[in-house]
């Protein structure tokens, strides 16, 4: 059973900067794609980031590219978001995410392993 453990989430004000982890464990997990979805109150879960391990190839949503940047410590299994200039528009649960194949990266039905989710709450 594989399991996404994230870390990091808090309460910071405009134009601050948070770092979330993500730890994936579990008998042979071995997966294509790894990466973050968002969830504010009331509205769909959203792609923010994704990056492949074997390649290294990020993708992100446009509405966080220049200020978010994902990376991956494959010793550690763990992918990680730095998220700078963050508005409060950023506002949401980030939930780690992880899939099989490349394709429908920014589709979060497309995703097998989820993590329990971490709240990030940004203030004007």
């Known amino acids: 059973q594989v399991q996404l453990i994230e870390s990091g989430g808090g309460l910071v ?4 900067s948070l770092r979330l982890s993500c730890a ?16 504010a109150p009331g ?19 446009d509405s966080v590219k220049d200020r978010f940047t994902i990376s991956k410590d494959n ?7 730095q998220m700078n200039s963050l508005k409060p528009e950023d506002t949401a649960v980030y939930y780690c995410a ?19 989710g971490t709240q990030v709450t940004v203030t004007s």
């Open 75 to 81: 010793t550690k299994n763990t992918v990680y978001l």
């Open 98 to 116: 992880a899939k099989f194949g490349i394709a429908h990266y920014n589709d979060y039905s497309h995703y097998r392993y989820w993590g329990q």
């Open 24 to 39: 994936a464990s579990g008998r042979n997990f071995t997966t294509n794609l790894m990466g973050w979805f968002r969830q």
């Open 43 to 61: 509205k769909e879960r959203e792609f923010v980031a994704t990056l492949s391990w074997s390649a290294g190839t990020t993708y992100y949503a």
């Open 13 to 16: 004000q405009a134009g601050g």
